[in-house]
């Protein structure tokens, strides 16, 4: 994802950052956290190029997004772990004992802080304790409660919540996604790099094919030929749970239709909703109840085979 166009996606916590930094009331540390894809990354090569007075867009801007700036560095999980090491954070503090080669603050990002071990975290505390106007530190997680609370209570925390489905959809549009693919994919993550992934895999182009067949089933006849022809299909755990996700999506969109037309979000099968919405023979609110539980089952290690004949029945009801 554009690193502008995902500050332009979290403008006010952009300029609250730059707003600080006008009225000299820079923290020493900050801590964003939140879910996947909401932008922390990216805002905090923003908050470095704020603090050296660049656009993004600059040639020495463009150095710290890409990771080339000699006075920013930028850590996260090595490739095939599973967490930030306590060896990446001392190799940080080695680095900044050296002096600098150009002049301006030391940044240093650490990105999935809530993944290291607590003596990796405890590894970070030298530098918070003792706030230095040479270096800012930025702290990105996930899960603010997988962070030591002594280093919460020396940081500025900013908490990133996740795009709503309006942006993302429209965004995804943006890059030529169908707009009915960037609906679905909207129910599947809130990450836009993610769902650009996503849509263009085949597991995403099966399973909405499936799905539009799925809303479509009249009788119990066609509910069993359905299953029989798809349920090797949805042994896989991870479609079935992306095919609930889609009837989850479709069902809320049925239930808000009266009261709300502007905010659904599988607008392209607006004819659909409006048909399923006006057969008073099923209780779609309970539907929505059943096929939620449902995927709470998937959870508990019901067996794929089992939840997948029971969402075709769940339709049918």
Not at 29 to 39: I, K, Q, R, S
Not at 139 to 152: G, H, K, N, P, R
Request: aromatic share 10%; hydrophobic share 40%; with cysteine.
């Amino acid at each position: 994802m554009d690193v502008k166009k995902m500050v332009e996606l979290q403008v006010n916590i952009f300029n609250m950052l730059k707003k600080s930094i006008d009225n000299d009331h820079l923290s020493h540390a900050y801590l964003f956290y939140g879910p996947n894809g909401t932008g922390k990354k990216e805002m905090a090569f923003a908050l470095s190029c704020l603090l050296y007075g660049v656009d993004l867009d600059s040639p020495e801007g463009k150095q710290i997004t890409e990771g080339k700036h000699l006075n920013v560095e930028y850590i996260a999980k090595e490739e095939g772990k599973t967490a930030v090491s306590k060896e990446q954070i001392l190799s940080i503090q080695d680095e900044f004992s050296k002096t600098s080669l150009v002049s301006g603050k030391r940044i240093y990002i650490v990105d999935g802080l809530d993944t290291a071990t607590k003596q990796a975290q405890n590894s970070l505390l030298k530098f918070i304790e003792e706030p230095s106007g040479e270096y800012v530190g930025i702290f990105l997680a996930t899960e603010l409660s997988d962070v030591l609370s002594t280093i919460q209570s020396r940081c500025e925390i900013v908490y990133f919540k996740p795009i709503s489905n309006e942006d993302l959809i429209n965004e995804l549009k943006n890059n030529w996604v169908d707009p009915l693919d960037s609906a679905l994919a909207s129910s599947l993550t809130n990450s836009i790099d993610e769902a650009l992934e996503i849509v263009k895999s085949d597991d995403f182009l099966k399973t909405k094919e499936i799905f539009l067949r799925l809303i479509e089933l009249k009788s119990d006849f066609e509910g069993v030929e359905f299953f029989s022809e798809n349920v090797e299909y949805f042994i896989e755990k991870s479609r079935l749970e992306m095919l609930i996700n889609f009837v989850l999506l479709y069902l809320r969109d049925i239930n808000l239709l009266s009261k709300d037309n502007n905010n659904l979000i599988l607008a392209p099968l607006y004819d659909k909703i409006v048909s399923a919405k006006s057969n008073r023979k099923y209780n779609y609110k309970a539907k929505y109840e059943m096929v939620l539980d449902l995927m709470n089952k998937l959870d508990r290690n019901v067996t794929a085979k089992n939840v997948f004949f029971e969402l075709v029945n769940t339709i049918l009801k």
